[in-house]
Nanobody, 120 residues
Framework: VQLQASGGGLEQPGGSLRLSCAAS????????MGWYRQAPGKKRELVAIVTSSGRTNYAEPVKGRFTISRDNARNMAFLQMNSLKPEDTAVYYCKSELIRTAGGIVPDSWGQGTLVTVSS
């Protein structure tokens, strides 16, 4: 299973970015897809997750500003980030959990990360 994240970049405070994550590798289904981030000098932290049924959970700092969604048919997840703040600057990683593939169940898989920089 491979995850490819994209959509990061430089944005001004108050702006918006949309991240995408595409999973590939003979996948039948993915239970949970999520986004995590790691700022310089800090530990990786949860941003948001979405289950295959559409249930979502957000970290407190991004509630009301970020929206996670997914396309089950294409094995993709998205993170719409609005009202960006400098403290959102981090490398954002996508993660998939309990992936059912032709070769069995893969517990989890991480993408390579995409850098989001919020600065004026």
């Amino acid at each position: 299973v491979q995850l490819q994240a994209s959509g990061g970049g430089l944005e001004q405070p108050g702006g918006s970015l949309r991240l995408s994550c595409a999973a590939s590798g003979n996948i039948f289904s993915i239970n949970v897809m999520g986004w995590y981030r790691q700022a310089p000098g800090k530990k990786r932290e949860l941003v948001a997750i979405v289950t295959s049924s559409g249930r979502t959970n957000y970290a407190e700092p991004v509630k009301g500003r970020f929206t996670i969604s997914r396309d089950n048919a294409r094995n993709m997840a998205f993170l719409q980030m609005n009202s960006l703040k400098p403290e959102d600057t981090a490398v954002y990683y996508c993660k998939s959990e309990l992936i059912r593939t032709a070769g069995g169940i893969v517990p989890d898989s991480w993408g390579q990360g995409t850098l989001v920089t919020v600065s004026s």
